[in-house]
T-cell receptor, first 112, second 116 residues
């Protein structure tokens, strides 16, 4: 079945630096790739997503890039702030339409 | 927009009892609702997918008689953990995708279940 690998598992950056989290997926039928931010004890929050017909999408300090040939997609956070500290999950759609497969998650710590 | 609520936010129950968790889409109608389970420091594990008015589709390894799902309307789904045991203690999260949107899933805040 579909598999999504996410790296790194933990990431520590200094406030103001950039953070990059990478995911790879296995199912060539995947065409929707969301990123979620989860704070402790809360549900995941959709922060940005990208579809297979575009290579890059940006929303203020957050951007996502997609390389369909290589089956890679990445989350880029610029000018990180302490409130960006959380667990980030990538996900990919499956051939079963609206089901998503999630990566293992990345713990991002932004040090002030 | 796209707000999903869950009730209760946390619950403690005794072993052998049943617990019902509600998931509601507050400002949109959901084609499909999903139920996930999350263990500490782990990713989300899909338990089942439910569509309004039809039986839920359970993922492999998830006991459908233990985790009863009812999807009564386009805005409400319930998960009942029957005859709960301590190993059922977990964080249960629902999500819903919009009739208008395409694949976007919006998550509820989660329910922390502790079985003593």
């Amino acid at each position: 079945g579909e598999n999504v690998e996410q790296h790194p598992s933990t990431l520590s950056v200094q406030e103001g630096d950039s953070a990059v989290i990478k995911c790879t997926y296995s199912d060539s039928a995947s065409n929707y790739f969301p990123w979620y931010k989860q704070e402790l004890g809360k549900g995941p929050q959709l922060i940005i997503d990208i579809r297979s017909n575009v290579g890059e999408k940006k929303d203020q300090r957050i951007a996502v890039t997609l390389n369909k040939t290589a089956k890679h997609f990445s989350l880029h956070i610029t000018e990180t702030q302490p409130e960006d500290s959380a667990v980030y999950f990538c996900a990919a759609s499956t051939k079963y339409g609206n089901k998503l497969v999630f990566g293992a998650g990345t713990i991002l710590r932004v040090k002030s | 927009g796209a707000v999903v609520s869950q009730h209760p936010s946390w619950v403690i129950c005794k072993s052998g009892t049943s617990v019902k968790i509600e998931c509601r889409s507050l400002d949109f109608q959901a084609t499909t609702m999903f139920w996930y389970r999350q263990f500490p420091k782990q990713s989300l594990m899909l338990m089942a997918t439910s569509n309004e008015g039809s039986k839920a589709t359970y993922e492999q390894g998830v006991e459908k008689d233990k985790f009863l799902i009812n999807h009564a309307s386009l805005t409400l789904s319930t998960l009942t953990v029957t005859s709960a045991h301590p190993e059922d203690s977990s964080f249960y999260i629902c999500s819903a995708d919009s009739l208008v949107g395409d694949y976007e899933q919006y998550f509820g805040p989660g329910t922390r279940l502790t079985v003593t």
